[in-house]
C-alpha cells in the first residue's frame, strides 16, 4: 500500500508538471482545439500510473494519474500519433488519433508486461462510430476525408450535412449562419454571409453545427460553420495540385458546344510549410489560382452608336467568348512563434481577390455590355495566448474583417464609352426584327449598373477557460466589433432614350451618393460544460449588445417634417438593442452504447446592415401626397429589433455495430421578429413602406444519419432529411411584392421558397491507403414549392404546388503513382455524371414542369432556349496531386 501511494504520489506530481508544459507548448484557441483523455491498464485491467503519454507532432505530453487517467489539453485539431510508454511494458503507438476542435477524444490503452525491452506496437485508432457525449448536432469532415470527397469549395462540403438545404440551415433564411476561421467570425455585417471564400486546399476540417449551439456562439439564428485551417509544421512540407476540364453535354439535352476547352476550369495551388529560421517560429503559405468559365458561349460584340449619321449603329469585331466567368485568387498565410513557456504569439492573413461577371442569358449576343464584378477581401490577424497556471489560460484576439466589391461597366461614370455605346437595347429598340424567340436578347449597349460596397470591422476578442478538473470546463469571453460600412451608387445613369443623364447628389429626387454607417456589435458569455456519472451538462448564457449610431425619424406619419399643420418632430437615435440568450444541452447516456441527449435555446442576430441602412433616407417624402404614385422603394429601418429563434431538439444515438452507428435527431424552431415590409399612414393619408420586425415562421424536421466506417475498403454516410419549413413571406420585401400586385397582403404561414420536405445524401467510397480511392456523392430531393398559374384561372395560393423530384451524382477517384521527391498521385472529377438537367431549378407555372409549358408563345420559347435554367452540365476535371517533405 505505501509503495503503491508513492507511485501516486510521484505521478501526480509529475502529471501537474507535464500539464502545464503540454499547456504553455500549445495556448487554447475556441474553434481551434480540442483534447484528448483516457485511461491506461494492464492485461489484468488494473490501472497504470505514471505512464508517459504524449502527441510528438503536436509537443504535447502528460503522465497518467493514480487511477492511470491522462487528459492533454487544448491540442490543435488533426490528426495525430499517440505514444504510450512505461518501463517493464511494451510500448503502444496509435496512428490515425483524430482530435476535432471543441471536443473531448476518448482513448483507452492496454499495455503488455515485457521483461526485456520490446519494439513499440504499432496500433490503427479507429475514431468511435458515435460520439455518445455531444448534446447538439455536429458534424465534423476531416482533412482526410475531405481529400476522398467531389467537393472543391468550404460550401460544397456544408451543403453535404443532414439539414442543409442549398446553403439554409433546418428552414432558416440566408444569412442565419455564422461562419467563423480558427473560432472568430469572419461574416461580413452587410449582408451575414462569409466575406471570404475558402478552398478544400486550406482546410484542416470543418464543422458545421445544425442544431443549437452554445453560448460562444452568436449573431446566428440557424447554424456555426467553423473552418479550421492548417497549421505550420515543425519540418519542411509543401503539397499542391493542379487540374483542368470542361462541361461534357448529354446528346441533345442542351446545344452543343463548338469544340472541346480543356482550359475552361482550371485550378493551382501550392501550399508550403515549416520552420523559418528564427528560434521557435514556423509558418505556412498557400496561394491558389482557379478560373472558371461559364458553358454558355455568347459574343462579344459591342454596337457602336452615333445618331448624326443615317445608320447610327454600327458592328464592332465578333468573337465567340463565355457568357459568365470567375477569376479567383486565395493566399493564406501564417506565422507562429513562442517567445517563452507558456505564450504563443501567430499572425494569420487570407486575401480573397475574385473577377466575375454573370451569367446573364438575355446579354449572351453583348457579353461585353455586362458589368464586371470585383470582389477583394481580407482577414488578418494576431492572437496572443497565455498560460497563467496548469489549468487556466486566456486567449487576446484583434482581427480585420474588410470587404471591397464593385459592380460596373467602366470605372469612372464620366468614361465617354457609355454614351458611345448607350443603354442596353433588344432587337425592336434597335429596329431590327429578330426571330420569336430573341425577341428580347440584348443585342447592343452597356449596363448603367453601378455599385459600391465597402465593410471594414476591427473584432476584438478574448476568452478565459479554467478547468478545475478532467470533466468540468468553465469558460467565459467577449466580443467587440465596431464597424465601417459604406455602400450605395457612386453616380446613377438614367437612359433618356438617345443618351445617358448622369445624376449624383439629389436625395428630393431620390438620388442618394454612397452612405457611411458606424455601428457597434458587441457580446459577452459565460458557459459551463460539466461531465459527472457520465451524466453531460452544458448550460451558458449569452448577452449581445447593437448599436446602429444613426438616427430615425422621430414622428412615422410626418417623417420629412413636411406635412402643413402637423407638428414637426426631429430625428431621434436609434436605440441600443440589448438581448440574454439562455442555452441548455443535457446528454445521457442510457447504454455503453446509446445516449439521449436535449438542448434548448434562444437564438438572437441583427438584420442584415445593407437592408435596415439601405434607402433610410426619409427626404424624399417630403412631397407625399394621398394620390402620389411614385414608387420610393421600401424604406430602410435602423431601429429594428433582433430577429430571434426559439430552438428545441431531442436525439437518440447507439453504436449499432463497432462499424456502424445511428443518429437520430428531432427538432422544432419558433421562429419571429424577421424583417418584414410595413405599410404606414401618414397624417395627410399617404402611403409608404418601411422596414420593421413583422415576418414569422416554424420548422419542425427529423433528421435520420447512418455512419459505417471502413469494413474492409468501404465505407458509407447516409443521412436523410425531413422538414417542414413555413413561414409568412420569403424575403423582407415580399410584402411589398405583393402590395404592388394587388394580391392579398394577410399575412399567413405558407411553405417558404426552400422548403424541401425530403433530402437524402448517400456517400459511398473505395479506398485503400497509398493506392486509390474511389467515392461517389448521390443526392435525392423532394421538390421545392413553387405558385401555380393558368391562363383562365390565374394564379393559385402561393406555393402551393410542388417541383419534380430530383436526382444527382458526383464522382471522384484518385489513383497514388509514386514517391520521386513526393508522393504524385492522378485525380479525376466527375460532376453530375448522368448530366441531369434539373435539381429544383425554375419551372413553368401552368405544368409544374422544368420542360414544357402548356402554351408555347415567344415568352415560353425564349424560357425553353435558355440554358441558365436548367441544371448545370456534367463537368469533368482532371489533374495531378502532390505532397512531399523532409
Known amino acids: 500500500?505505501?509503495?503503491?501511494?508513492?507511485?501516486?504520489?510521484?505521478?501526480?506530481?509529475?502529471?501537474?508538471?507535464?500539464?502545464?508544459?503540454?499547456?504553455?507548448?500549445?495556448?487554447?484557441?475556441?474553434?481551434?482545439?480540442?483534447?484528448?483523455?483516457?485511461?491506461?491498464?494492464?492485461?489484468?485491467?488494473?490501472?497504470?500510473?505514471?505512464?508517459?503519454?504524449?502527441l510528438p507532432e503536436a509537443r504535447l505530453g502528460t503522465v497518467t494519474d493514480a487511477e492511470g487517467r491522462y487528459t492533454i489539453f487544448n491540442v490543435p485539431a488533426g490528426t495525430y500519433?499517440?505514444?504510450?510508454?512505461?518501463?517493464?511494458?511494451?510500448?503502444?503507438?496509435?496512428?490515425?488519433?483524430?482530435?476535432?476542435?471543441?471536443?473531448?477524444?476518448?482513448?483507452?490503452?492496454?499495455?503488455?508486461?515485457?521483461?526485456?525491452?520490446?519494439?513499440?506496437?504499432?496500433?490503427?485508432?479507429?475514431?468511435?462510430?458515435?460520439?455518445?457525449?455531444?448534446?447538439?448536432?455536429?458534424?465534423t469532415v476531416t482533412r482526410a476525408e475531405i481529400a476522398t470527397l467531389p467537393v472543391q469549395q468550404l460550401e460544397d462540403i456544408v451543403n453535404l450535412q443532414a439539414g442543409v438545404v442549398d446553403g439554409h440551415i433546418r428552414g432558416g433564411r440566408q444569412g442565419e449562419v455564422q461562419y467563423q476561421v480558427d473560432g472568430l467570425s469572419v461574416n461580413n455585417p452587410f449582408d451575414n454571409a462569409s466575406s471570404i471564400r475558402l478552398d478544400r486546399s486550406v482546410l484542416e476540417e470543418v464543422q458545421v453545427i445544425s442544431g443549437t449551439f452554445d453560448a460562444e456562439y452568436g449573431h446566428a439564428m440557424s447554424g456555426v460553420v467553423?473552418?479550421?485551417?492548417?497549421?505550420?509544421?515543425?519540418?519542411?512540407?509543401?503539397?499542391?495540385?493542379?487540374?483542368?476540364?470542361?462541361?461534357?453535354?448529354?446528346?441533345?439535352?442542351?446545344?452543343?458546344?463548338?469544340?472541346?476547352?480543356p482550359g475552361t476550369l482550371q485550378n493551382y495551388q501550392l501550399t508550403l510549410s515549416g520552420p523559418t529560421g528564427f528560434p521557435n517560429t514556423i509558418f505556412l503559405a498557400s496561394g491558389r489560382y482557379g478560373e472558371k468559365n461559364s458553358y454558355m458561349r455568347g459574343l462579344r460584340r459591342l454596337i457602336d452608336v452615333d445618331y448624326s449619321k443615317p445608320d447610327p449603329f454600327s458592328l464592332a469585331p465578333v468573337e465567340q467568348v463565355p457568357v459568365g466567368y470567375t477569376r479567383e485568387w486565395l493566399g493564406l498565410a501564417k506565422l507562429?512563434?513562442?517567445?517563452?513557456?507558456?505564450?504563443?504569439?501567430?499572425?494569420?492573413?487570407?486575401?480573397?481577390?475574385?473577377?466575375a461577371r454573370d451569367e446573364n442569358w438575355n446579354w449572351r449576343f453583348n457579353v461585353d455590355g455586362l458589368p464586371r464584378k470585383h470582389t477583394f477581401s481580407a482577414v488578418h490577424g494576431i492572437e496572443w495566448t497565455h498560460t497563467l497556471r496548469p489549468t487556466t489560460?486566456?486567449?487576446?484576439?484583434?482581427?480585420?474583417?474588410?470587404?471591397?466589391?464593385?459592380?460596373?461597366?467602366?470605372d469612372n461614370i464620366n468614361d465617354r464609352r457609355y454614351d458611345r455605346y448607350g443603354d442596353g437595347r433588344d432587337g425592336y429598340q434597335m429596329g431590327i426584327a429578330?426571330?420569336?424567340?430573341?425577341?428580347?436578347?440584348?443585342?447592343?449597349?452597356?449596363?448603367?449598373?453601378?455599385?459600391?460596397?465597402?465593410?471594414?470591422?476591427?473584432?476584438?476578442?478574448?476568452?478565459?477557460?479554467?478547468?478545475?478538473?478532467?470533466?468540468?470546463?468553465?469558460?467565459?469571453?467577449?466580443?467587440?466589433?465596431?464597424?465601417?460600412?459604406?455602400?450605395?451608387?457612386?453616380?446613377?445613369?438614367?437612359?433618356?432614350?438617345?443618351?445617358?443623364?448622369?445624376?449624383?447628389?439629389?436625395?428630393?429626387?431620390?438620388?442618394?451618393?454612397?452612405?457611411?454607417?458606424?455601428?457597434?456589435?458587441?457580446?459577452?458569455?459565460?458557459?459551463?460544460?460539466?461531465?459527472?456519472?457520465?451524466?453531460?451538462?452544458?448550460?451558458?448564457?449569452?448577452?449581445?449588445?447593437?448599436n446602429a449610431r444613426t438616427s430615425v425619424p422621430g414622428d412615422l406619419s410626418n417623417p420629412a417634417n413636411a406635412i402643413s399643420g402637423a407638428t414637426k418632430v426631429p430625428s431621434r437615435p436609434a436605440s441600443r438593442k440589448l438581448r440574454f440568450s439562455p442555452r441548455l444541452g443535457v446528454s445521457y447516456p442510457v447504454t455503453p452504447k446509446t445516449s439521449v441527449f436535449f438542448s434548448y435555446g434562444h437564438f438572437y442576430q441583427m438584420p442584415q446592415l445593407g437592408q435596415i441602412f439601405g434607402n433610410a433616407d426619409y427626404s424624399p417624402l417630403q412631397n407625399l401626397a394621398a394620390s402620389d404614385e411614385k414608387d420610393y422603394g421600401v424604406f430602410g429601418n435602423p431601429d429594428v429589433k433582433p430577429e430571434k429563434t426559439i430552438q428545441y431538439q431531442f436525439g437518440y444515438k447507439q453504436q449499432l455495430r463497432d462499424w456502424l452507428g445511428l443518429d437520430l435527431t428531432l427538432f422544432y424552431k419558433d421562429i419571429e421578429d424577421l424583417l418584414g415590409t410595413d405599410i404606414q399612414?401618414?397624417?395627410?393619408?399617404?402611403?409608404?413602406?418601411?422596414?420593421?420586425?413583422?415576418?414569422?415562421?416554424?420548422?419542425?424536421?427529423?433528421?435520420?444519419?447512418?455512419?459505417?466506417?471502413?469494413?474492409?475498403?468501404?465505407?458509407?454516410?447516409?443521412?436523410?432529411?425531413?422538414?417542414?419549413?413555413?413561414?409568412?413571406?420569403?424575403?423582407?420585401?415580399?410584402?411589398a411584392s405583393r402590395r404592388d400586385a394587388k394580391e392579398d397582403l394577410r399575412p399567413r404561414p405558407v411553405p417558404l421558397n426552400w422548403d424541401q420536405r425530403h433530402t437524402a445524401n448517400l456517400i459511398v467510397t473505395l479506398s485503400r491507403p497509398s493506392s486509390f480511392s474511389v467515392s461517389g456523392v448521390f443526392r435525392a430531393a423532394s421538390g421545392q414549392p413553387f405558385t401555380p398559374s393558368s391562363d383562365i384561372l390565374g394564379s393559385f395560393d402561393r406555393n402551393s404546388g410542388?417541383?419534380?423530384?430530383?436526382?444527382?451524382?458526383?464522382?471522384?477517384?484518385?489513383k497514388t503513382l509514386g514517391h520521386i521527391g513526393a508522393a504524385w498521385s492522378l485525380f479525376g472529377v466527375v460532376y453530375n455524371v448522368f448530366d441531369t438537367r434539373f435539381f429544383n431549378g425554375g419551372v413553368f407555372g401552368d405544368t409544374g414542369s422544368p420542360f414544357y409549358p402548356r402554351t408555347y408563345g415567344a415568352p415560353e420559347l425564349k424560357d425553353l432556349a435558355n440554358p441558365s435554367r436548367y441544371f448545370a452540365p456534367r463537368r469533368i476535371e482532371l489533374g495531378l496531386r502532390w505532397e512531399g517533405g523532409t
Request: aromatic content about 12%; overall charge positive.
Open 802 to 814: 410542388r417541383k419534380p423530384t430530383s436526382f444527382a451524382t458526383d464522382l471522384r477517384g484518385e
Open 434 to 546: 429578330p426571330p420569336g424567340f430573341l425577341f428580347d436578347a440584348v443585342l447592343g449597349g452597356v449596363s448603367g449598373t453601378r455599385v459600391i460596397r465597402n465593410t471594414n470591422a476591427m473584432v476584438f476578442a478574448g476568452s478565459v477557460s479554467h478547468v478545475p478538473r478532467p470533466h468540468h470546463d468553465v469558460k467565459a469571453g467577449f466580443e467587440w466589433e465596431p464597424a465601417w460600412l459604406r455602400f450605395g451608387t457612386p453616380g446613377y445613369l438614367i437612359w433618356s432614350g438617345n443618351a445617358w443623364n448622369r445624376h449624383f447628389e439629389e436625395p428630393k429626387e431620390g438620388f442618394f451618393g454612397p452612405r457611411t454607417f458606424r455601428p457597434v456589435i458587441g457580446s459577452i458569455y459565460a458557459q459551463d460544460d460539466i461531465e459527472w456519472n457520465d451524466l453531460r451538462v452544458r448550460a451558458g448564457l449569452r448577452y449581445e449588445y447593437f
Open 336 to 355: 507562429t512563434n513562442r517567445p517563452r513557456p507558456g505564450i504563443e504569439v501567430s499572425y494569420q492573413a487570407i486575401l480573397n481577390r475574385i473577377e
Open 681 to 735: 399612414t401618414t397624417y395627410n393619408n399617404a402611403f409608404y413602406e418601411r422596414l420593421a420586425n413583422l415576418d414569422f415562421g416554424s420548422v419542425i424536421g427529423l433528421t435520420v444519419a447512418l455512419d459505417q466506417r471502413a469494413l474492409g475498403l468501404v465505407s458509407t454516410a447516409l443521412d436523410y432529411t425531413w422538414q417542414v419549413a413555413n413561414g409568412n413571406a420569403n424575403d423582407p420585401y415580399e410584402a
Open 1 to 54: 500500500m505505501t509503495a503503491r501511494r508513492s507511485a501516486g504520489s510521484w505521478a501526480s506530481v509529475a502529471a501537474v508538471a507535464t500539464l502545464a508544459l503540454s499547456l504553455a507548448m500549445g495556448a487554447a484557441r475556441a474553434g481551434t482545439t480540442g483534447k484528448i483523455t483516457g485511461v491506461v491498464r494492464d492485461a489484468k485491467k488494473q490501472p497504470l500510473a505514471a505512464v508517459n503519454v504524449a
Open 393 to 410: 489560460f486566456y486567449r487576446l484576439n484583434v482581427r480585420q474583417n474588410y470587404f471591397d466589391y464593385k459592380e460596373r461597366v467602366f
Open 226 to 261: 467553423n473552418a479550421v485551417l492548417r497549421r505550420g509544421s515543425e519540418r519542411f512540407q509543401w503539397s499542391g495540385e493542379a487540374f483542368a476540364g470542361d462541361f461534357v453535354y448529354s446528346g441533345a439535352h442542351r446545344p452543343e458546344p463548338d469544340a472541346l476547352r
Open 81 to 139: 500519433t499517440l505514444r504510450v510508454s512505461l518501463i517493464g511494458y511494451a510500448g503502444v503507438a496509435l496512428t490515425g488519433v483524430a482530435i476535432p476542435a471543441d471536443r473531448t477524444t476518448t482513448m483507452d490503452i492496454t499495455l503488455q508486461e515485457s521483461a526485456v525491452p520490446m519494439q513499440e506496437v504499432i496500433v490503427s485508432a479507429r475514431r468511435p462510430v458515435i460520439e455518445l457525449g455531444l448534446t447538439s448536432n455536429i458534424a
